[in-house]
């Protein structure tokens, strides 16, 4: 046996690896006898001894902030910025968040978390739903879903029927088609206005088509009356639609229904004569977007070179990478599986600046995990390490929005779906909204792959503002920020020196719990005031010269003023 160093009784944090790179831990007050060989640590506790040998395990953390030399030791990193030229661009108003159409009826895996969250019952008088969208000033709004292509609009002679939304085996997703009223819209539309809300409204696709002998492929033209009529009251009614979407999830191989990519171009350029028809000021006419799926290569080109110059405005595609097993928490945790779906979001930013460059891509839809989200993980804390790695991914790829499902509903909203409270997320997403501009910045490390960097020019300030996030939950990062602003490698790179100071927003768990639906701002727990108003989201003012202490599992904020980025002028 080795010798022992020594033996104390203390609340202690054991941690070993069940992944080469990542850490677990348990917390207990036990007896604990530290050797000099940390690889083969013996414990004794209640009595009972345990020799955990072979996994690698280490002691990081001592609650009573008792400390084991180099255990306990900050990793240094040197964060490179180049501020010569920007690499991306993104819209003024990049974060947005979606609305669905559910019914309270949706459930899966034995749970409805929708519960009165979709578009025809959501109580639009809440309080706080108005002033989580408000904070934004302006929060741009998705209003769609999986079953927008059954929705028929109660508006002209078209449709003579309007159904509402069934349990219906047979039909697509489950569910027989729907109706939306216009004194719905009129109330939807009243709750925008009050709320400064930029709209994307997602139309039905699949009106006057028909199946085909195969099971998914919908096959005729895209009969425009009922949806021309219903833009035209909304026109008249003066309503602001930022952009019209068209179908949802029918690109490529579809989930429920699909379409050939030459027809839906067709049917795109058919929405956008109607567009500019309704809409003939180009200063307010909303843009046209599609195809709002899952993207493939080859249908895509199609249907950028068949839609023809400036057809469509945007190229939207869905991203639901995370699958809904018990591995979620461990994937949103794993830097090289997040690191996957970049080949996506690359290989989309290549083909719209081929094919089509007059537009640009977006994220219309993501929440990560799909059916309603992971339950327990995608409304909690650790979901933000997929979250807002997403934002800061898709920005360096040229995306112009990224929209999270949902504001409100499923496992995944932004807000809790019966208390309407902020999730984590909410708060992660404002911030991204209210400090990072639209002007990204290349980014990079030598140090762990479990710490994520991304750097924009700041909104509305000078320098720049940088989103950590510190997946690690063993390990804190002292990060210095290096201004890599010559165009040429042989010369210099020169430290920011902290003339000013800087602005810190440090993004933690409540009680060190990953899987907590609060959230702490600089130790402060994020809570809505007595008013129901979102909080103030004031940061830590600290000298620039010192770097930047990423806590384990964190999430971190930084504007930088005196950070000298040409590409910010």
């Known amino acids: 046996m080795v010798n022992q160093e020594s033996t104390t009784i203390i609340a202690v944090q054991i941690c070993y690896y069940q992944h080469p790179n990542r850490i677990q831990s348990v917390t207990k007050s036990i007896t604990i006898s530290i050797y000099k060989d940390v690889s083969s640590i013996i414990v004794i506790s209640n009595q009972s001894s345990t020799r955990m040998a072979g996994l690698r395990l280490a002691v990081s953390c001592i609650l009573a902030s008792l400390c084991f030399s180099s255990l306990c030791a900050a990793d240094d990193v040197k964060v490179f910025v180049k501020g010569v030229t920007s690499i991306a661009k993104t819209d003024d108003d990049f974060v947005c968040a ?19 969250a979709g578009l025809l019952n959501l109580d639009l008088n809440n309080k706080i739903l108005a002033n989580v969208i408000k904070a934004f000033d302006p929060l741009r709004i998705r209003l769609g879903g999986s079953l927008q292509d059954q929705v028929v609009y109660q508006v002209g002679d078209s449709i003579k029927k309007f159904p509402h939304f069934k349990k219906q085996d047979n039909s697509l997703f489950g569910f027989s088609k729907g109706s939306l009223p216009m004194d719905r819209w009129d109330q939807l539309n009243d709750l925008f206005k009050h709320t400064n809300a930029k709209i994307t409204f997602g139309l039905n696709a699949l ?35 930022d952009s019209y979407e068209l179908g949802n999830e029918l690109c490529a191989s579809g989930v429920a229904a699909r379409l050939e990519a030459g027809q839906y171009a067709k049917d795109i350029i058919q929405l956008k004569e109607i567009v500019k028809e309704l809409y003939p000021d180009r200063e307010t006419q909303p ?57 996506t979001f690359k290989d989309l930013e290549n083909v719209v600046k081929e094919f089509g460059p007059w537009a640009g891509p977006w994220v219309g839809e993501s929440g990560g995990a799909y059916n309603s989200g992971g339950k327990d993980v995608s409304h909690t804390f650790v979901n933000g390490f ?42 992660g997403a404002l911030l991204w909204h209210r400090l990072m501009g639209k002007t990204v910045l290349a980014t990079s490390h030598f140090g762990s792959p479990y710490l994520r960097t991304y750097t924009h020019c700041s909104k509305q300030k000078p320098g720049i503002t940088m ?63 007595s008013s129901q108003d979102i909080p103030s989201l004031s940061p830590k003012i600290v000298d620039s010269s010192s770097p930047i202490t990423v806590a384990p599992d964190s999430i971190v904020y930084v504007t930088i003023r005196d950070f000298k980025a040409p590409a910010c002028a």
């Open 98 to 116: 979606t609305l669905d159409w559910w019914p309270s009826e949706k459930c899966d895996y034995n749970q409805c978390p929708w519960g009165k």
């Open 207 to 241: 009106i006057g088509k028909r199946k085909s002998d195969n099971s998914t492929l919908w096959v005729g033209e895209w009969n425009s009356k009922n949806a021309r009529d219903f833009m035209k009251y909304t026109a008249s009614k003066g309503y602001k639609i």
């Open 287 to 343: 843009r046209v977007l599609g195809p709002a799926g899952f993207y493939d290569t080859e249908w895509f080109k199609t249907f950028l070179e068949v839609s023809g110059p400036h057809a469509v405005d945007g190229v939207t595609h869905h991203i639901y990478n995370l699958g809904v097993d018990k591995t979620l928490i461990n994937k949103i945790q794993d830097p090289y599986f997040l690191d996957e779906i970049a080949e």
């Open 386 to 427: 997929w979250y807002l790695d997403q934002l800061g991914m898709t920005a360096t790829f040229n995306h112009k929005v990224y929209c999270r499902q949902a504001l409100i509903g499923g496992n995944y909203g932004l807000l809790n779906t019966t208390s309407f409270i902020p999730n984590p997320d909410y708060y």
């Open 467 to 529: 989103l950590i996030i510190n997946m690690s939950n063993s390990t804190s990062m002292d990060v210095s920020v290096t201004n890599d602003e010559n165009k040429y490698p042989h010369n210099y790179r020169m430290t920011v020196n902290g003339s000013n100071q800087r602005e810190e927003y440090h993004l933690t768990p409540k009680d060190g719990n990953i899987q907590s639906d609060v959230v702490l701002l600089n130790g402060t727990p994020l809570q809505l005031t």
